[in-house]
């Protein structure tokens, strides 16, 4: 991640991070410090290059190109919490395309019906 675009990508976490504690602040009532901002941000920059790494290294041990759920879930094994949250979107994902393909096939039955009655 410290390639050209890093100084870019490392702004744009900076960023987020910052409009993250803020609205946790205003929450909570309790700012943050540009110190711990600071912080924070480079912490979760140094998490990515090191989840992006080993996700890459998980593809590339699975004779993939493409990085999977699974590499995901294997990323997310160390912690508990981050574990727990990536398998429930996961599962919610797996519902969500399982619906919309049960709604894609029984709109193409409605259609071939419809189709079948006209002739």
């Known amino acids: 991640l410290q390639a050209a675009g890093g100084k870019e ?3 744009a976490v900076h960023y987020t991070v910052g409009r993250l504690c803020q609205k ?3 929450d909570h009532r309790r700012p943050f410090s540009r110190q711990a901002i600071a912080a924070i941000a480079e912490t979760t920059f140094r998490q990515c ?9 998980f593809a590339r ?9 699974d590499d995901v879930k ?6 508990t ?3 727990i949250h990536i398998q429930n979107k996961s599962d919610e994902l797996t519902q969500e395309h399982m619906s919309l393909k049960k ?6 039955k ?10």
Do not use: C, M, Y
């Open 9 to 11: 990508l490392k702004a």
């Open 24 to 26: 946790i602040g205003e």
């Open 49 to 57: 290059d090191i989840f992006a790494k080993d996700l890459e290294a």
């Open 61 to 69: 041990h699975a004779k993939r190109s493409t990085v999977s759920v």
């Open 74 to 79: 294997l990323v997310a094994r160390r912690s």
């Open 81 to 83: 919490a981050l574990s």
């Open 103 to 108: 709604k894609t096939t029984a709109k193409r």
């Open 110 to 119: 409605n259609t071939e019906t419809e189709e079948e009655s006209r002739e």
